[in-house]
Structures are given as structure tokens and as C-alpha cells.
């Protein structure tokens, strides 16, 4: 039977495009009809075009319509793919240029750190509205699958607020083990794995060769002592050498999530040293912006193939198949953690091991993380909440909050330099923010100490008490002491 599936924020050229081929090369889901949405609607009406001709072109049955009002593209939708930016490269470029003036470099900037916190800030109140249209008017069980980042924080605000089956896909799982296979020699396929954390910092608990049953980890261990495997990824290959797994984000990513390789130019210039993706300064904004420019009045589409010849690696159109067809798929899905890592907060976002079949998305448990890669993803985890308060209460100090604890910016910025920067940004970003109108960052402004100040008495705590024993210890005489006991 032919199914609904809409496509929220179907302006994106890259993901719509992909995810709707997919769809089409997947015999189980033929003659879907296609609800596209966006506000944007020149993107919008070619990306319309370009499905009726990829539908047209191979000969499939099926539609393509496209609408810019969210509720009737959801009525009785059976899937929504969620794939939305708000604010566009207008709003990614504050997220970028204004934390630079703080010196926080980011090299993606859209899952943690200021860029994360703000798209945050856009996106979830969107992804919540569209729960609960689904709510209303989309079929019973309608399924989310949910693409758009900051996905940890999104997913976390989502499952707090609405009982809509939701997932949040991603592919770095997938592309990881592109690598692995490739630095070990072996096929992708014959790689039986583990895996447990967050999104863009999960971990590979475990990685066999399944013909032999050999254990791959020494022998990539000893690959990342190699220069010539280790400077291609210097970050992931860093944090693999000192907490013994193997993480899913690349350097450029990572590089973002920990406090050790962004703080000064003597790092950036040691670890993040390589172009585009390897820890290059905006690299993901500048190809962005790079490319929006340069078809801002041209189709892209234009220039694109419709021939239809096999899928990606994403997981949307295997996910669909399944629960159509009820044969299982498994998949790395990012989920409310209920239990499945049990070392992680119960209502944050994990990623882990789920299967979807005819009766839904099963995720499964995973157990405590090595106590390292758990602590490591709790850093994350405390932005990623305070990130979601800030969305869902309106209350713009949790934003002072989420940034102040981001491992990156604590490692470069000041509270007061952090409100600063927060203050700055809201501002900037404040047309695409309505949870913050009429609201801002209450100004704390640094505290001058004149000359010849001086402190107030204070009752003498136990600490200092202690330290005073201390230096009356110090103080005293002793000349003359040791030889007196002596004749004594």
C-alpha cells in the first residue's frame, strides 16, 4: 500500500535529494506519495520539480507535491523526515563569526559549543510544533525520523515533551567504518561491531573481524602510531591513544567536543592542522556559504543526474522498508536513553543499537560504558540539557549556563567574557529566537576593586583555620629548638 511520507525543510538540496532517491530505489515503498515542505519557496518548487522528473525519468509510480503550510503536509503523513535550518547561512554565520571574537574557533560548529547551543535555540521550539502537529493530524504512529542538528539536544528536548515515535539518524557510524576497513585492510561488511554513547561521540565498544573472529583493535592501535594513519586524523587518533576506543566523529568534529585540541593557536596549530573537515577554522560555514552564493540564483538541481542507481548509506529509506515490510533493520538510532545505557542520565540522548520492524524502533540496551568514554560523554550531556531548559523554558540564562560548561568555551572564555558572548549572539540571532522576546541575558559586568580596598571580616572557616595553623607554623622561631631537645 502506498504510503505518505513528508519531508519537513525539503529546501535542503543535499538531504532531500538523497533521502527521496533512496526512497524510490526501494521496491517496497513504491508509489509513496511525497509531501514536500519549506518557507523557502524557490528551493522549495525545485526540489518539487526536480522528484516529478526523477519519478518521470525511471519510469516510477508515485507524487511529488509541495506546500509551504506544515500542517497539510503532515495530515495523515505515515513518516516525517524532519531535515530543517532555521535561519538559514544568515544565522550560521553568527553562530561562527561572533564566538571567534571570543576566541572560541569552531571548525563545523552545529552540535555543540556556541553554534550548537544557538541552532539549538532555533530548532528545537520547530522540532517540538511539529510533535505535536503530528499529533493531530498525522497517522496514528506516524514515525519521526529526525535529521537536523544539534540531534543530541534536539532529541532530548523531543523526548521530553511529546510521546511521538521518534529517531534521530545520523552517519557517522557508517563513514567510521569506512575508515576502519580501510586502515585494516578489510571489508566493510565483515566487520562485526559495538557501539555505545552519544551522537558524534560514539564510542566502538567492540570491532571483530567475523571470517577469522579477530579482534581488529591492537592492530588499529598500532596504526595510529603510525604518522602516516595518525595525521589524517589527529584529534580522534589522540583521544583513541589516551581512552583506548575508537570514536564515530572525525577530527574537525571532535575537536569541538573536549577542551584540549581548540583552546590556543599552538593546539590548533599541533592537531587541527589539516583542511576542510581535518580542523580547518569554519570549514563547514565557509563551503556553505560558498555554496549558497554561488547558486543563490542558479538551480543546482539542474546539474543533477535523476537517474536512480541504489542507495546511500543513510539509514531513512532501510528504516521505512522495515517497518512496511516487517523485516528487520539494524541501525545506530539516537534515542531517549530509558535504561539502554545504563552510566549515562535516564531522558538524555544516546545513541545505540535499534532495530525498527512492522511494530516500530526497538532500541536496545547497551549496559555502562568503559567509565572513561561515559564521563567524557557527560561533559556533553550537561550542555546538551541546558541547551534544551533554554529552548523549552524561554529563560535566556540557561544559555549563560550551556556555554559556560561547554568544554570548549570554558577552556578559552571567562563567565564574564561568556555572558558577553551570549548576550552578542542573542542579539544577533534574536528574528529566528521568539521563545526570547521581550527577554535578555541580564548584564553582570566586572566588579572594580579600587586601590587601598579592603576586605570585609569574615567568620575563620575550617580551611582557613588550617592554612592559618599553617603559617603560624612557618612563622615561628626555631633557631636554637633542635639543639636544646637534643641536651634535654
Known amino acids: 500500500m502506498p504510503r505518505k ?11 532531500a535529494k538523497t533521502l527521496m532517491s533512496d526512497i ?6 513504491e508509489g509513496s506519495e511525497f509531501a514536500l515542505m519549506s518557507p523557502t519557496e524557490p528551493k522549495l518548487r525545485r526540489m518539487e520539480a526536480f522528484g516529478r522528473r526523477m ?43 561572533i564566538p571567534l571574537k571570543y576566541g572560541v574557533d569552531q571548525c563545523i560548529g552545529d552540535t555543540l559549543g556556541p553554534g550548537g547551543v544557538f541552532r539549538g535555540q532555533r530548532h528545537i521550539p520547530v522540532l517540538v510544533d511539529i510533535a505535536r502537529d503530528m499529533e493531530e493530524v498525522s497517522r496514528p504512529g506516524a514515525v519521526m525520523l529526525q535529521y537536523a542538528n544539534p540531534m543530541a539536544a534536539n532529541c532530548l528536548a523531543l523526548g521530553r515533551v ?42 566502538f565498544l567492540e570491532l571483530t573481524h567475523r571470517p577469522t573472529g579477530r579482534d581488529l583493535y591492537p592492530e588499529l592501535r598500532a596504526l595510529f602510531e603510525r604518522p602516516e594513519y595518525y595525521k589524517g586524523e589527529k584529534v580522534r587518533g ?64 539542474q546539474f543533477e543526474a535523476t537517474v536512480i542507481e541504489g542507495r546511500s548509506v543513510e539509514y531513512c529509506s532501510y528504516i521505512l522498508e522495515a517497518v512496511v515490510t516487517g523485516r528487520p533493520f539494524r541501525f545506530m538510532g539516537n534515542v531517549r536513553n530509558d535504561g539502554y545505557i545504563t552510566n549515562l542520565p535516564p531522558g538524555c540522548c544516546v545513541e545505540v543499537p ?5 511494530n516500530g524502533l526497538h532500541p536496545m540496551r547497551v549496559g555502562d560504558l568503559p567509565p572513561q568514554c561515559a564521563a567524557a560523554c557527560h561533559t556533553n550531556v550537561l550542555v546538551q540539557q541546558l541547551c534544551a531548559e533554554a529552548a523549552l523554558s524561554g529563560d535566556p540564562e540557561h544559555l549563560v549556563h550551556a556555554l559556560a560548561l561547554d568544554p570548549l568555551t570554558g577552556a578559552v572564555c571567562t563567565l ?57 607554623l612557618i612563622e615561628q622561631k626555631t633557631d636554637g629548638m633542635a639543639t636544646a631537645a637534643g641536651a634535654a
Open 5 to 15: 511520507i513528508a519531508l519537513i525543510g525539503a529546501g535542503s538540496v543535499v538531504f
Open 24 to 29: 524510490l530505489a526501494t521496491p517496497a515503498l
Open 162 to 203: 511529546s510521546n511521538v515515535p521518534f529517531v534521530g539518524l545520523c552517519h557517522g557510524v557508517q563513514t567510521t567504518l569506512d575508515l576502519i576497513a580501510g586502515y585494516c585492510g578489510v571489508k566493510k561488511e565483515d566487520i562485526a561491531f559495538t557501539c555505545g554513547g552519544i551522537n558524534h561521540m560514539d564510542w
Open 238 to 301: 589522540e583521544v583513541f591513544r589516551h581512552f583506548g576506543f575508537f570514536m564515530t566523529e572525525s577530527t574537525g568534529h571532535l575537536s569541538e567536543y573536549v577542551p584540549w585540541f581548540r583552546k590556543n593557536r599552538a593546539a590548533l596549530e599541533c592537531y587541527c592542522d589539516e583542511p576542510a573537515f581535518g580542523g580547518e577554522s569554519g570549514a563547514y560555514y565557509k563551503w556553505g556559504k560558498a555554496m549558497a552564493e554561488k547558486y543563490e540564483l542558479v538551480d543546482p538541481l
Open 55 to 97: 519519478l518521470a525519468d525511471n519510469g516510477l509510480p508515485g507524487s511529488v507535491w509541495a506546500t509551504t503550510d506544515r500542517r497539510e503536509a503532515l495530515r495523515d503523513a505515515d513518516f516525517v523526515i524532519v531535515m530543517i535550518q532555521v535561519g538559514g547561512f544568515a544565522a550560521y554565520g553568527a553562530d561562527y563569526e
Open 354 to 358: 535499534t532495530y525498527a520492524d512492522e
Open 416 to 472: 564574564r567574557e561568556v555572558r558577553e558572548m551570549a548576550s552578542e549572539m542573542l542579539e544577533a540571532l534574536r528574528p529566528f529566537l521568539p521563545q526570547f522576546a521581550g527577554k535578555s541575558i541580564r548584564p553582570a559586568p566586572a566588579i572594580h576593586i579600587p586601590p587601598g580596598c579592603e576586605a570585609v571580616e569574615a567568620p575563620l572557616d575550617p580551611a582557613l583555620a588550617i592554612g592559618k595553623r599553617f603559617s603560624t
